[in-house]
């Protein structure tokens, strides 16, 4: 069974529209990381949140993580059609060893 | 520029032909890990190893080997390849002074068939 469940799997938006991408574990975890991929390739690391409670921005992306240390959720601010990907979660439950979601595709319409 | 590289990018071969899958980076990081992609299973980690010579296995190591013999270095090997091989792989690394994020390879694309 998938340890990091990530909703939804798709969205399709329209350019200047907010999204909100949730990422969830049954365990508690070390650390949440968002990465960003590109149909095919590497994966681009975004923010990494390891307090509970602790919410970092940067450009149009926040991301959250909550008090008990097991949901995050990945809000984008009037999306662009830059912002088109697959958008990733990843969890250590112990150090060193990673879990991620499934990955959720998005897609921006112009 | 910091960087980890993967050879070859694609690949494509037999059932039962040994393969080597090369991974290296020039940020002197202790961590490093290989991961497989499939659609609908996301990412899962094979092996990784946190220094020279100190390899663990992942959630996936069936079918793989791995060895650290140089800290730049972290090659995968495919003994016997089977179909269900098949998959986008990825190296990664990162410092093990904390909670450091991971810096991943462009991927290699193998398919055995």
């Known amino acids: 069974s998938q340890e990091l469940e990530q909703s939804p799997q798709s969205l399709i938006v329209q350019e200047g529209k907010n999204l909100t991408i949730n990422c969830t574990s049954s365990?508690?975890?070390?650390?949440l990381y968002w990465y960003k991929q590109k149909y095919g390739e590497g994966l681009i690391f975004l923010m990494m949140l390891q307090k509970g409670g602790e919410e970092k921005s940067h450009e149009k992306i926040t991301a959250k993580l909550d008090e008990k240390k097991q949901q995050s959720s990945l809000h984008i601010t009037a999306s662009q059609p830059s912002h088109a990907g697959i958008y990733l979660c990843g969890a250590d439950i112990i150090p060193y060893k990673y879990i991620f979601g499934t990955g959720t595709r998005l897609k921006v319409l112009a | 520029e910091a960087q980890v590289t993967q050879n070859p990018r694609y690949l494509i071969t037999v059932t039962g032909k040994k393969l080597t899958v090369t991974c290296s980076q020039n940020?002197?990081?202790?961590?490093m890990s290989w991961y497989r992609q499939d659609p609908g299973l996301g990412l899962r980690q094979i092996y990784y190893s946190m220094n020279v010579e100190v390899t663990d296995k992942g959630d996936v190591p069936e079918g793989y080997k791995v060895s650290r013999k140089e800290k730049r270095n972290f090659p995968l090997i495919l003994e016997s390849p089977s179909p269900n091989q098949t998959s986008l792989y990825f190296c990664?690394?990162?410092?093990?002074?904390?909670?450091?994020?991971?810096?991943f390879g462009p991927g290699t694309r193998l398919l055995v068939l």
């Open positions: 365990k508690t975890l070390y650390g």
């Open positions: 990664a690394s990162s410092s093990a002074s904390g909670l450091e994020t991971q810096y």
């Open positions: 940020m002197n990081h202790e961590y």
